[in-house]
């Protein structure tokens, strides 16, 4: 049984915003710090954004800085990401992502993957 699912990707002009969504099913989820990566085509994945257990911390790559936001709703076992004014670069599939760590910003402590899910950026 998946304990993280990604849904929200799809196709987006350049300037346009998306929604990802990540529904966790991990026992740990409420103390889990939670994350987003992704892997564009031919290259390595990349760490983009995490919370704290409480969403009251977040840390985004300086390449998504003003333009990503990162939430969660423990209430919920869901965990979001905004994304807006979207550029081609911005084409991969994302990741959602979780640490047994109430906060941490360290990518090696992320232990639990979700399948990912698409998002293209068109020019």
């Known amino acids: 049984q998946a304990q993280l699912v990604e849904s929200g990707g799809g196709l987006v002009q350049t300037g346009g915003s998306l929604r990802l969504s990540c529904a966790a099913s991990?026992?740990?989820?409420?103390?889990?710090?939670m994350g987003w990566f992704r892997q564009a085509p031919g290259k390595e994945r990349e760490f983009v954004t995490s919370?704290?257990?409480?969403?009251?911390?977040?840390y985004y790559a300086d390449s998504v800085k003003g333009r990503f936001s990162i939430s969660r709703d423990n209430a919920k076992n869901m965990v979001y990401l905004q994304m807006n004014s979207l550029k081609p670069e911005d084409t991969a599939v994302y990741y959602c992502?979780?640490?047994?760590?109430?906060?941490?910003?360290?990518?090696?402590?992320?232990?639990?993957w979700g399948q990912g899910t698409l998002v293209t950026v068109s020019s």
């Open positions: 992502a979780a640490a047994r760590f109430r906060w941490t910003q360290r990518g090696g402590d992320f232990d639990a």
């Open positions: 919370v704290s257990y409480s969403g009251g911390t977040t």
């Open positions: 991990r026992r740990t989820f409420i103390t889990d710090t």
